[in-house]
């Protein structure tokens, strides 16, 4: 079965600063990998979306990568900003579902 | 604008007392989905539908009942025998379930409180 993993659960740093969000996924079998962004008490937004044929996608300064092979990903983002601050979790998709990480809680500090 | 609406926000039962989550969308879609969101853990399927009158069972179904009868509802029942049911409740929907490439949209969810 699918697990999906996001290491820290948690990270803080100062505005202005370029970070990097990890996810790991156990079966490389996957159609796309799709970030998301969660604000407390709200739903999910997508971020980016990458097929499985793609290696990454960029949204501004956001970038997001994609290694089947070893099954990671990483998302990027540059120049961080408090509104930045929020939930980002990542999800790959299978034959009928996505499974989900529990996602990093990030915050960005003045 | 297009999207999916979940009503209510915020939604106190009493323990034993079945309640339902509304889920709209005026996106077109075909697939629709409901997750289950507690602390610490990922987005968890209770079920998923991807055309009218027809629905699957997803990892954590029991306890849970749906329905669709037009395509921009799916509406989910929470029945007195889901053990748990306080949690955070979203719905979520993309154009067809074969399409691989489309992204998930989700609502802004439903947090139900059983005391």
């Known amino acids: 079965k699918q697990e999906v993993t996001q290491i820290p659960a948690a990270l803080s740093v100062p505005e202005g600063e370029n970070l990097v969000l990890n996810c790991s996924f156990t079966d490389s079998a996957i159609y796309n990998l799709q970030w998301f962004r969660q604000d407390p008490g709200k739903g999910l937004t997508s971020l980016l979306l990458?097929?499985?044929?793609?290696r990454e996608q960029t949204s501004g300064r956001l970038n997001a990568s994609l290694d089947k092979s070893s099954g990671r990903s990483t998302l990027y983002i540059a120049a961080s900003q408090p509104g930045d601050s929020a939930t980002y979790l990542c999800a790959v998709k299978e034959d009928n579902d996505m499974r989900f990480g529990a996602g990093t809680r990030l915050t960005v500090k003045p | 604008d297009g999207g999916i609406t979940q009503s209510p926000k915020y939604l106190f039962r009493k323990e034993g007392q079945n309640v339902t989550l509304s889920c709209e969308q005026n996106l077109n879609h075909d697939a629709m989905y409901w997750y289950r969101q507690d602390p610490g853990q990922g987005l968890r399927l209770i079920y998923y539908s991807q055309i009218v009158n027809d629905f699957q069972k997803g990892d954590i179904a029991e306890g849970y009942s749906v329905s669709r009868e037009k395509k921009e509802s799916f509406p989910l029942t929470v029945t007195s025998a889901q053990k748990n049911p306080t949690a955070f409740y979203l719905c979520?929907?993309?154009?067809?379930?074969?399409?691989?490439?489309?992204?998930?949209?989700f609502g802004n969810g439903t947090r139900l409180t059983v005391t």
């Open positions: 979520a929907s993309r154009p067809s379930a074969g399409r691989n490439n489309s992204p998930l949209h």
């Open positions: 990458i097929q499985s044929s793609q």
